[in-house]
């Protein structure tokens, strides 16, 4: 797996090493993301998620559409349809009207893009799957930041997801001996997983104790046990699709860091959960922003 | 295509002709439809639809997920679930819940049966598509049955589905020359898929003139084209993935009349349509049944 793939050349030629390209991202995207999270107007965040649900839409059609040009453009529009109306309209009728346009509409997408026929069957199920998968998770954490401290819930759902990476990294290095599911993804280590829960459970009592007043710590700390687990699981479900279908990389959207799916995957399942967790379990109030 | 398939079997083995099972059937099924859709109290035809789903996932299962049990388990009942909430508590806050809860669990589910490996990119789209496509769309069916007069919207729905076929079967042979779509269903005609709309539209101004008061007769007309070209299509959808996935008949539920999917394919694209149609273009209100 070192030799170097499509994403990385072009880089090499502009003459950056990875971890420059790296670095260099990471300084001009995380004072963006805080200025969006803290500062800027509510639609601000809301947009940007619509537009990263389009980015991340990209990216699946790639894995899972073959990339053919009609099917990825509805699968981008869904996409895009899905976190705008979760986003900035989450009533009844709308959420109803969206599930039952989805299954609608995938489906007569792929009797105009039918071949090859055993591809069909694979690419009407994430016609219908895709928006819901990237769309609804994306729609998640644009929707956490609806929440009263909105920033500062996503936040602490990124640190469920970065956090447990990080954690298990370290803890994996260190202690790592027991293959936690070799098929899908050999490297991890079921000490590897434990560190990552620990480290999740202190990310979020530093984040619950420090700017989440209110919410009870052991809250936090269920939430972030929850949370952790699902998020460890949902990266490797991202692994099972790029191995199913054959893909390396889910994208190369973010320079030196891979595709935007590959990023966020353990957020996408942490914010779902999250989210979940402040509507049921706490009865947070979420205010939709206007745009208009 | 002429040898018996593994459906029929059984049936020839009790003596009876297809044509007689079949008969016998519909002289069984039929009066029981009509008695939920217009005699029996709401939550009756209700909770039919939430069995009618999981009949329709366990096929659906069998087309896609390769039968295997426990994915099957689960599509059965996130589809029972789907139905469930569509049709009982269409909330925005179960709807979104639902959505959420889709998305999650469809994946995780796949870690714990992933092999074979290279079917599991299929498997995790339908996992998250199935019950969103048969729970939305049974979910739809019984949505019509909410609104005023709600058994005859529902006759209506069926009415443009099979009137469809119907039509479509008599002027296909009648006239039928050009080949509509011969990749996926060789027999149905360009001419027939005209006489299915010229049905359609026939049925609907019966149906709507005797029967939905108040609602414009140019209504009816413009709903019947749409709903009839929508069902056509979706009629072609389930075909795609049983050509794509090698099944030929979606399952042996109904005696003499092969699978509920296979059934009720067109209708669950008419179903949608009509339901979308009497919300945004009627404004139609329709009433949830209360279960307890």
């Known amino acids: 797996m070192s030799d ?42 809301s947009c940007f998620g619509v537009v990263a649900a389009a980015a991340g839409a990209v990216e699946l059609a790639g894995m899972t559409l073959g990339g053919e040009r009609l099917l990825s453009g509805w699968l981008v529009l869904a996409t895009m349809a899905v976190t705008a ?30 071949a090859p026929l055993e591809k069909a069957g694979l690419r009407m199920g994430w016609l219908i799957a895709g928006p819901l998968y990237v769309g609804g998770a994306i729609g998640a954490i644009a929707t956490l930041h609806h929440l009263e401290r909105g920033g500062t819930w996503v936040v602490l759902a990124m640190a469920l997801a970065w956090g447990s990476d990080t954690g298990g990294y370290f803890a994996g290095r260190a202690f790592g001996k027991h293959k936690l599911y070799e098929l899908i993804s050999p490297k991890k280590t079921i000490e590897g997983a434990i560190g990552g829960l620990a480290a999740v459970v202190a990310f979020g009592l530093v984040i619950g104790s420090q700017w989440l007043p209110g919410v009870p710590l052991w809250h936090v ?17 991202v692994s099972v699709v790029k191995r199913s279908t054959g893909v390396k990389d889910s994208g190369f959207l973010i320079p030196g860091h891979g595709g935007l799916l590959d990023r966020i995957d353990a957020l996408m399942f942490t914010a779902a959960v999250t989210l979940l967790y402040t509507h049921w379990a706490l009865r947070l109030p979420a205010t939709v922003p206007h745009l208009f």
């Open 221 to 237: 700390v269920v939430l972030s046990l929850l949370a952790g687990a699902v998020g460890q699981a949902g990266d490797l479900c």
């Open 85 to 114: 109306v979760v986003v900035f309209t989450p009533s009844a009728e709308a959420l109803l009207t969206l599930m039952v346009g989805l299954f609608v509409t995938g489906p007569l997408v792929i009797l105009l893009r039918p």
């Open 4 to 45: 170097p793939t499509e994403a990385n050349e072009p880089k090499k030629e502009r003459g950056l090493s990875n971890l420059a390209v790296r670095l260099l991202t990471a300084a001009v995207a995380i004072p963006a993301l805080l200025w969006m999270l803290f500062l800027a107007p509510a639609w601000v965040f």
